[in-house]
């Protein structure tokens, strides 16, 4: 992919400092993800500092997967520090469709307009009040399913819509492009899907102003190393090592030979 390589060098050697409001089973792995890539983690969560923090960093994911009323008030007064602060930031509703409470609070959370929003493809086309047959945090419809919702999506809130699945659709509403690869141990491993919004982060962060390509670039450099420990594995446990050790290997290089994205 043309610049997937510019923007590895450029976020390696920026290390930007991504702030992360994420759920507790991904906090660990998330943490992991970005220091492999070579971004910088920090999981910064009391409400009293999170708005402070969040103008501080280069970007801000938030990721409503274990959600309570506290963390929700938290992620408000960071994206509030990011957007006052003129930062970049990633939303990942996970399985918002579930409940009252979740629905609520991530039409709060789109309607203060993320730079970019990361969903499987259940969780983007409840967006569109249609019909979705996600199950908890799996998604249950195909990617192709949610691509035009995607659209939409970005192109009425002026924001890139990353669709994740076996291949994976990224749009801003008037470019988009498909990425494949990866490996399908990847939904065996817990919070890959969730690591992979801070990672978003991390690229965004390192190239504010294209959110569209650094979207790209972290959904490449994911699908590449995904591929390479694949080929090491031989269960999830040691995918999930092999999958890091891919992360911090793969150089600049090695990502624009192997990527494989589609521009449409």
């Not at 993320?114 to 969780?123: D, I, K, M, Q």
């Not at 962060?205 to 650094?214: E, L, N, Q, V």
Request: net charge negative; proline share 5%.
């Amino acid at each position: 992919m043309a610049d997937a390589d510019i923007l590895l060098s450029e976020m390696r050697e920026k290390a930007p400092l991504v702030h992360c409001i994420t759920n507790h089973v991904a906090m660990n792995i998330a943490a992991n993800v970005l220091l492999a890539a070579g971004a910088s983690p920090a999981m910064v969560l009391a409400e009293e500092e999170a708005g402070e923090f969040a103008g501080l960093a280069d970007a801000l994911t938030i990721n409503i997967g274990t959600l309570t009323s506290e963390r929700l008030a938290s992620m408000k007064a960071a994206i509030a520090g990011a957007r006052d602060g003129g930062k970049p930031w990633v939303f990942d509703p996970v399985a918002h469709f579930a409940t009252g409470f979740r629905r609520q609070a991530a039409r709060d959370i789109l309607d203060l307009g993320p730079t970019v929003l990361r969903g499987n493809a259940s969780e983007i086309l409840a967006f569109s009040d249609g019909p979705a047959s996600g199950k908890g945090v799996d998604a249950g419809d195909a990617v192709e399913a949610a691509e035009e919702t995607a659209r939409r999506l970005a192109a009425e809130s002026k924001m890139v819509v990353a669709v994740t699945g076996k291949t994976d659709f990224v749009t801003d509403g008037r470019r988009s492009a498909r990425v494949a690869g990866g490996s399908p141990l990847m939904p065996k491993v817990t919070a890959l899907g969730c690591a992979l919004t801070c990672l978003v982060g991390g690229f965004v962060g390192a190239r504010p102003a294209d959110p569209f390509s650094a979207t790209l670039a972290a959904f490449a450099l994911y699908a590449v190393a995904g591929g390479k420990a694949h080929q090491m594995a031989e269960g999830p446990g040691s995918f999930a090592v092999h999958f890091l050790d891919s992360l911090a290997a793969t150089t600049p290089a090695e990502l624009k030979a192997e990527a494989r994205v589609t521009l449409l």
